[in-house]
């Protein structure tokens, strides 16, 4: 097996996070349900960011802040995802590049701009999201360096990216170059519309032992699952892929490894400002930790550590040294 060159390159939608403050009434009033997610198409893009009040933007999508996650961790990461070759694409590119990510998957213009979510936070920190792919749904199998995927110790997906059919040719594709290079492959279910949706394809993915670490929360594991139960949830899964790790918010997170099961709380945090991001970080500190050669436990921690400090202040990028606190906590 060759050297690796990068600990973790992740593949998922390219988006900017247009994030604002807004209360329970403008949800009411936009027809929008607290907390979920939704899939906008442009022209609706446009009509809520004029609703919206002043907004902060950010490079964003579940596997680049994953990425920028084990970039501010000390990890080596990449990111390949399709961006326009617009205002927001380089705008995309320059931030998430800032962070330590290696990006060098080229603007290509499909006709449309890049993606961008408009991210709504309640005071209680709950997200509501609508979603505008744009771009990033456009992600051709040529876009793949097959020698970065190759030189990645951990190759990372993001479900989302699952739905069109362009960028999951993509990721399949990337998950036979990373296998026949001997590379790990870790898989996020995203969200439990991406499993109602793609539960079948999801399944045959484990099923057909191509994913080594699987991400999800206490709902999408009980989903998948079909499991009311979570322990019983959890037992029907953890024996179809070498790691299962599952995140359960305030109660903390589960990981399941070859037999082997660990269980952390929730850090504390003084008060939860904005939860963007939440499973993104614990995903980035989880893998920091297994490609440094910690514990199972250990690296729940370091999740749980990257998790609550996202949540401590708006946005996923983090505002605190995570390696400090890393540092301070595990030693």
């Given at each position: 097996m060759t050297q690796t060159r990068l600990d973790v390159l992740a593949i998922g939608n390219a988006v900017v996070d247009i994030i604002a403050d807004c209360d329970d009434a403008f949800l009411e009033?936009?027809?929008?349900?607290?907390?979920?997610?939704?899939?906008?198409?442009?022209?609706?893009?446009?009509?809520?960011?004029?609703?919206?009040?002043?907004?902060?933007?950010?490079?964003?999508?579940?596997?680049?802040?994953?990425a920028a996650g084990v970039a501010a961790l000390g990890g080596k990461a990449g990111f390949v995802g399709q961006v326009a070759p617009d205002q927001l694409g380089e705008f995309y590119r320059h931030d998430l590049t800032a962070t330590g990510v290696e990006f060098t998957t080229a603007g290509t213009d499909f006709g449309v701009p890049t993606g961008r979510v408009m991210v709504l936070v309640t005071p209680d920190g709950h997200r509501t999201m609508n979603t505008f792919l744009g771009a990033a749904q456009h992600l051709p199998v040529a876009a793949l360096d097959e020698a970065q995927i190759e030189g990645a110790a951990i190759l990372y997906l993001e479900g989302y990216l699952w739905d069109p059919e362009t960028p999951r040719f993509a990721m399949v594709k990337a998950i036979d170059v990373a296998r026949r290079a001997g590379r790990k492959v870790a898989f996020t279910l995203s969200d439990s519309f991406c499993i109602e949706r793609h539960r079948d394809g999801f399944n045959a993915l484990i099923d057909g032992g191509r994913i080594d670490i699987l991400f999800a929360n206490e709902a999408e594991i009980g989903m998948l699952a079909g499991a009311q139960d979570f322990d019983a949830a959890v037992n029907a899964v953890a024996g179809k892929v070498a790691t299962l790790v599952v995140t359960r918010s305030e109660h903390g997170a589960v990981a399941v490894?070859?037999?082997?099961?660990?269980?952390?709380?929730?850090?504390?945090?003084?008060?939860?400002?904005?939860?963007?991001?939440?499973?993104?970080?614990?995903?980035?500190?989880?893998?920091?930790?297994?490609?440094?050669?910690?514990?199972?436990?250990?690296?729940?921690?370091?999740?749980?550590?990257?998790?609550?400090e996202i949540i401590s202040h708006y946005g996923a990028r983090p505002e605190a040294d995570l390696q400090a606190l890393v540092a301070a906590r595990l030693g």
């Open positions: 009033a936009e027809g929008l349900t607290k907390g979920m997610m939704r899939l906008i198409d442009a022209e609706e893009a446009v009509r809520l960011y004029d609703h919206m009040g002043p907004a902060r933007e950010i490079s964003g999508g579940s596997a680049g802040n994953t490894s070859n037999g082997e099961r660990a269980e952390v709380p929730a850090e504390p945090v003084a008060k939860v400002v904005d939860t963007t991001g939440a499973g993104d970080l614990f995903a980035a500190g989880f893998l920091a930790g297994q490609t440094r050669g910690r514990s199972l436990e250990e690296s729940l921690r370091i999740g749980a550590i990257a998790a609550a």
